[in-house]
């Protein structure tokens, strides 16, 4: 069942195929098919441009189980740390082990600072 894009979803695809797709080309569009590229004027989840679904899509987990996922669009939360996407399971509180080991010792230096005073 396909929805409607959401104005984030259409600016954050923007983005990934304007930067990082390589079919792309601002001037004449998408080399490939020799015409404006067909994920710019995307409104509706459903058929993707392939290369954009296996190369660039992946550049960006939450966008990628937002479009690719049946049903709702899934919730997630920001790593507070750096930003990147956490599933709302509950369970998890950063986005990767670097974050969890950063907030970690951020958490026991400001420990230390109100201990020493």
């Known amino acids: 069942m396909s929805r409607e ?8 695809i923007r983005v ?3 930067k990082w797709c390589a079919n792309y ?11 404006e590229c067909y994920m710019l004027g995307k409104c509706w989840t459903g058929a993707l441009c392939r290369y954009f679904r ?11 189980a937002a479009l690719l996922t049946e049903g709702p669009r899934p919730e997630f939360k920001l790593c507070p740390i750096c930003g990147g996407p956490v599933p709302l399971d509950g369970r998890l509180a950063y986005c990767s082990e ?12 400001e420990y230390m600072r109100k201990k020493r005073r």
């Open 16 to 18: 990934l195929v304007t």
């Open 25 to 35: 080309d601002k001037e004449y569009g998408c080399l490939p098919l020799d015409c």
């Open 98 to 109: 670097s974050c969890a080991r950063i907030a970690l010792r951020r958490q026991k230096r």
């Open 54 to 64: 296996e190369a660039v899509l992946p550049l960006d987990p939450a966008l990628e």
């Open 5 to 12: 894009l959401t104005r984030e979803e259409k600016r954050k």
